[in-house]
């Protein structure tokens, strides 16, 4: 059988994907069942099971994170990555300050890969523990799972430089102990503190389009 050749999506993202976007429905979908599973293997002692069912829920955050939609409304893959200016999207002003160089005018996002650091917010193994490990979501509450997972299931663009700060401070895949402390859903509020505690702390907005000025009459 000749292989069939899938289209490609060539156009940049222009936006993130809304909550309600039926990708993101679904992909929040799987992580609560694999978090489910994961609870279950873990009360019953299959540590090993439990920590796939982590994994996995892990790979998926990713997902929710970095995916993209172009003009037209298709999905565009790690379309979201790197790109410093898309509505509401997290970064640091170093690292707009690099995608607004010269160099990279006119150029995708992807010519940024090596040139600024996509971060999670949240590390995604320290997310799947607090939904696999039994104590903190209650699985038959849904509602809290997916608000939980929503409000953490998010990146910010940096700078080398604050991404290397945060290596350094042995944060990169860490939480400090007060996010850990907090409630379910209290954890939100803390979901910023990796980058309050590096010294200097790393400021993180979200970056706001504005219009195109309008000719003076």
């Known amino acids: ?15 993130l994907m809304p909550p309600d976007h039926p990708n993101i429905v679904r992909v929040v979908g799987h992580i609560l069942d694999h978090a489910r599973a994961g609870q279950h293997a873990f009360a019953s002692g299959k540590l090993i099971d439990a920590k796939y069912h982590r994994d996995c829920c892990g790979w998926l955050i990713w997902r929710l994170a970095v995916d993209g939609l ?10 979201a990555k790197y790109e410093t200016k898309l509505p509401g999207r997290l970064s640091s002003a170093a690292a707009r300050s690099i ?10 996002a992807a010519a940024l890969k090596n040139h600024v650091a996509c971060d999670h917010v949240v590390p995604r193994n320290c997310v799947a523990e607090v939904l696999v490990r039994p104590g903190w ?8 799972g997916r608000r939980f997972i ?21 944060l990169d895949s860490k939480m400090p102990a007060v996010w850990w402390d ?36």
Do not use: C
């Open 99 to 108: 995608r607004g160089a010269a160099r990279f005018a006119n150029k995708t």
């Open 137 to 144: 979501w209650q699985p038959n509450d849904e509602d809290a």
């Open 70 to 79: 172009t003009q037209d409304g298709q999905v565009r893959w790690d379309g």
């Open 150 to 170: 929503l409000s953490h299931a998010e990146v910010a663009i940096l700078s080398p430089e604050e991404n290397e700060r945060l290596h350094a401070a042995r």
């Open 1 to 15: 059988m000749k292989r069939f050749l899938w289209p490609l999506v060539t156009a940049s993202a222009v936006r």
């Open 182 to 217: 907090a409630p379910l859903g209290e954890k939100g509020e803390f979901a910023r503190s990796r980058y309050e505690a590096v010294d200097p702390k790393i400021d993180v907005s979200r970056w706001i389009s504005t219009p195109a000025p309008t000719g003076t009459s």
